[in-house]
């Protein structure tokens, strides 16, 4: 088998792993990244609304500081990040965005003068300031204070890569694209890289390294509604599963975007909103401000999705072949703001919705975006479990997002946390020996081998991984997702179980020369049915409502029980995860209170006294 060896292997090549391999590359550490597309095609590309960091530069950010953002952030958590990291966060968001610019990325800037902007549908003046002119702009996205998404028109998450993957060619990052990793290598202590299958050919090739990421996005196809692309199944979530040390945490915090368009499920940007665009109903009737009267369409993601789903149930949706939907309606924002600030709005309007939204309301309903689970690492970025095994960005559970993470706090997180971790790991990698065995390695190989040629020889079945894709799908759609109760969510334990035995015995029903999509779906269903039992296993556990985790049969936000992470290992042989937990927060600089919207009862906790502290003493601490 071919072996490659580098000092760092980042299996993902989105922004979090091409900016901490930046991180290591800049110091002289030989780099590899692992993509299984282009990497200016992974997902972070797809991001058009912007990146959270308290510059306040424009007039509707004025008086914003990291103090404003990192409240802001954990309020959006619902108390479920980790401070210390939320602090680390938003203290260097402004930094990270001004190297970006110092990068070329082309920020939209601030233009001194009046300027109209919108409100909950309603236009505004406000002035911009002389001395703010050519500075970083912001918009407004759901959940904050101040407005302090910086943005590229409408193209943000492209425009960053495009300049990240330049950034990487100029440093000599090696990117190794159409290579997709199904194995970490490990001895239970350390990893040592990872066994990655080349989706040109089928070769399977040993990346041995002194430092693995893992940097993959999210796990959002185990939905069937989803804004994710296809590549987002969740394996390098699988991989750190599969080792029974590594953890994944907080798996049953998934969020839906209020606004999905319908049939077709893709992304209609929060910047709509944030812009002034308004939610309407089956009556043509703005509905938000009945529920949600200070923040109405603002309110963060989980609360605008519960209260779309609610009014649906009310009967207030419109029709469709594809079952209910609301409206959103831009109209009123004019056709030079839609075709130009909105441009990819009325791309993927006219393109692929037939709706022309200058003149006509665009459908939409809450659709699974994000992953907030994902593995869990430590504020350093070190998964816990594995020495030398690193997560960052999406496929992270870092925890700066809690149960629900803000619109522009996660394209902001790939490159805040990957300047913080990838400096972390190049400490690592100067500070400690690295050790290779070559048991793991052709221990893992066999592995993999062997599951692929029991999947092409049908030595154990037929059954069809398409089949029991589209069936896990539907669990999750049915039984976990935005409102939960007990009921359901054991009936998807009990069906996910079952389609997990199922798994066991996949064969291939078409050719197996080279790469094949029902090989790779073959060898991914299995580990994406255990995430979505992590999901499905974790939501039913956790017997409170928190964030986008909503239990009808536990309304409470509990945070005399559960101010806690969910930890869920997969020990080899065993059908569930068995689930641990952790504090949710080391110490709170912001005690837990009411987020200010969203409503619902919170059953207090005791914080004792040596858990809070001062923002001075919180900063201190992370020194
Ligand atoms: C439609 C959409 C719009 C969004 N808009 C915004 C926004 O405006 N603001 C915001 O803050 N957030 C936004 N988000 C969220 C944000 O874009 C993502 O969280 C973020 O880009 C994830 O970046 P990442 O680097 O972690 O992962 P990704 O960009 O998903 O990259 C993952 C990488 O891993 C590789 N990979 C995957 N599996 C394997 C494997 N097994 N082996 C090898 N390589 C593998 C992929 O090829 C890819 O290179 C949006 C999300 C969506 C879905």
Redesign the pocket.
């Known amino acids: 088998m071919r072996t490659i060896y580098s000092d760092v292997l980042c ?7 091409e900016r901490v391999a930046l991180a290591a590359a800049m110091e002289g550490f030989h780099t590899i990244c ?4 282009p ?1 200016r095609r ?3 590309s ?6 959270q960091a308290a510059l306040g530069n424009a007039v509707m950010g004025k008086g914003d500081s990291t103090d404003i953002h990192f409240a802001d952030t954990v309020k959006g958590s619902d108390w479920g990040c980790d401070q210390e990291v939320a602090r680390i966060f938003a203290d260097s968001a402004p930094i990270v965005m001004r190297e970006m610019a110092h990068w070329g990325v082309p920020w939209n800037r601030v233009v001194a003068g009046k300027h109209t902007y919108y409100k909950g549908g309603k236009p505004f003046e406000a002035e911009e300031e002389e001395s703010k002119h050519g500075l970083i702009h912001a918009r407004a996205f759901g959940g904050t204070a101040k407005w302090r998404t910086c943005y590229t028109a409408d193209g ?2 492209r425009s960053v890569l495009n300049t990240l993957d330049s950034k990487c060619l100029q440093y000599g990052v090696e990117i190794h694209d159409r ?3 199904e194995a970490l290598i490990h001895d239970g202590e350390r990893c040592m890289g990872a066994i990655v299958r080349s989706l040109r050919d089928g070769e399977l090739v040993a990346y041995i390294a002194k430092a693995t990421l893992i ?4 796990y959002g196809r185990i939905y069937r509604a989803t ?2 692309a296809i ?2 199944d969740g ?2 979530q699988i991989c750190a599963l599969n080792t029974g040390v590594v953890p994944l945490g907080n798996m049953e915090a998934i969020q839906f975007h209020p606004t999905g368009s319908v049939p077709t499920d893709i ?1 209609m ?2 910047g709509c909103r944030g812009d002034g665009g308004t939610l309407l109903d089956v009556n043509e009737y703005r509905f938000m401000p009945d529920y949600e009267p200070e923040k109405a369409e603002l309110a963060s993601r989980d609360v605008v999705s519960r209260r779309m789903t609610e009014h649906m149930r009310k009967g207030f949706g419109v029709k469709s072949p594809y079952g209910d939907h609301l409206w959103l309606d831009i109209r009123h924002l004019g056709e030079h703001h839609i075709t130009t600030k909105l441009r990819e709005i009325y791309d993927i309007c006219t393109h692929f919705l037939g709706v022309n939204p200058i003149h006509q309301l665009i459908p939409v309903r809450p659709t699974q ?2 992953s907030m689970g994902g593995v869990r690492t430590d504020k350093d970025g070190h998964a816990y479990g594995l020495k030398g095994l690193f997560a960052a ?3 992270a559970c870092w925890d700066l997002h809690g149960f629900n993470r803000l ?6 997180e ?1 490159v805040v946390s990957g300047r913080y971790i990838g400096s972390k790991m190049v400490e690592y990698l100067k500070g400690s020996e690295s050790v290779f065995k070559t048991e793991p390695v052709n221990d893992a190989r066999k592995l993999v081998a062997k599951t692929i040629d029991d999947i092409i020889s049908c030595r154990n079945g037929k059954e069809n991984c398409f089949d029991l894709r589209n069936a896990m799908q539907d669990v999750m759609m049915d039984d976990v997702g935005i409102f939960r109760n007990a009921k359901d969510l054991q009936n998807g334990v009990d069906r996910l179980l079952e389609l997990s035995e199922r798994a066991k015995h996949i064969g291939l029903h078409g050719s197996v020369k080279g790469f094949t999509p029902e090989l790779s779906m073959a060898l991914r269903v299995p580990g994406m049915i255990k995430l979505a039992l992590c999901t499905a296993y974790g939501a039913l556990q956790r017997t409170e409502s928190r964030g986008a985790h909503t239990r009808e049969d536990f309304p409470a936000r509990n945070d005399a029980e559960w101010l806690t992470r969910t930890l869920a290992y997969w020990k080899e042989g065993d059908s569930l995860p068995t689930l641990k937990y952790e504090d949710a927060s080391p110490w709170f600089e912001l005690p837990p209170g009411e987020r200010g919207y969203g409503g619902g009862k919170i059953i207090p906790a005791e914080i004792p006294a040596d858990k809070i502290k001062t923002k001075e003493q919180a900063e201190e601490a992370i020194k």
Request: aromatic share 2%.
């Open positions: 299996i993902g090549a989105g922004l979090a792993g692992l993509s299984v597309v990497p992974s997902h972070s797809a991001a058009q609304g912007g990146m943000t998450g290579m997709q990793a940097a993959t996005g999210g804004t994710n590549i987002c394996g390098g992304l940007t929060e975006h994000y960005g999406e496929a619109g522009g706090n996660s394209l902001a790939t």
